[in-house]
């Protein structure tokens, strides 16, 4: 099993601006995920952080708006760039070990004004 | 074709009530199934794996079937506690999706 520490856990921002989103995970993973929740919806996976290399994106994400930071095998961050208010939304990270759960973290409630 | 689909919902029945969730998937290759549990404004979480021989944990009962790529959620005997959203994940290695989940409310 894994835990997870994210942070914020909300935040409410202007439009225009930034947010970064930390995940800590109490055990080394190779790869981390972010994913989004808009309301009302599931989850949508926005990109693969992986150690050592470029995160891998998923259709429809992109690294300017979205970039990740992997420095180690414990820690990840995702930005959340030039915000409007179409990226309010709830972000989760999360971590898997080959076909088995996916472990998150609480969650970052987005609100951009 | 979504990757994942699930009955759209929302459910809403009676305690005591048996319901059930069906869910397909498309990849084949899909290796790990899963139930997850999300209440509202908190992460999901883990329910119940899904295996080949169906397996059972309390009220709950869930199927796997490789052939027609079809998983299913069986809760007996709902509890008004049962309220939430149930997402089906499929994994396939690394790569987990999510079905968009199915609403159920369990009414008194």
């Known amino acids: 099993s894994a835990v997870i520490s994210q942070k914020p856990s909300r935040d409410i921002c202007q439009r225009g601006t930034s947010l970064t989103i930390q995940c800590q995970v109490d055990?080394?993973?190779?790869?981390m995920f972010w994913y989004r929740q808009q309301p009302g919806q599931s989850l949508t996976l926005i990109a693969t952080a992986n150690q050592g290399s470029e995160a891998t994106y998923e259709s429809g994400f992109v690294i300017d708006k979205f970039p990740i930071s992997r420095p180690n095998l414990t820690f990840s961050t995702l930005t959340v760039s030039n915000m409007s208010p179409e990226d309010s939304s709830i972000y989760l990270c999360s971590v898997a070990y080959t076909n088995t759960e996916a472990f998150f973290g609480q969650g970052t409630r987005l609100t951009v004004v | 074709r979504k990757e994942v689909e699930q009955d759209p919902g929302p459910f809403n029945v009676p305690e005591g009530a048996t319901v059930a969730f069906n869910c397909t998937y498309s990849?084949?290759?899909?290796?790990?199934f899963f139930w997850y549990r999300q209440d509202c404004r908190k992460e999901p979480k883990l329910l119940m794996s899904v295996y080949s021989s169906g397996n059972e944990d309390g009220r709950f009962t869930a199927q796997l079937n490789r052939a027609s790529q079809y998983i299913s959620l069986l809760i007996r005997d709902s509890k008004l506690s049962d309220s939430a959203t149930y997402l089906c994940v499929v994994n396939a290695g690394f790569k987990t999706i999510f079905g968009a989940g199915t609403r159920l409310f369990v009414k008194a």
């Open positions: 055990s080394q993973v190779t790869m």
């Open positions: 990849n084949s290759a899909s290796q790990s």
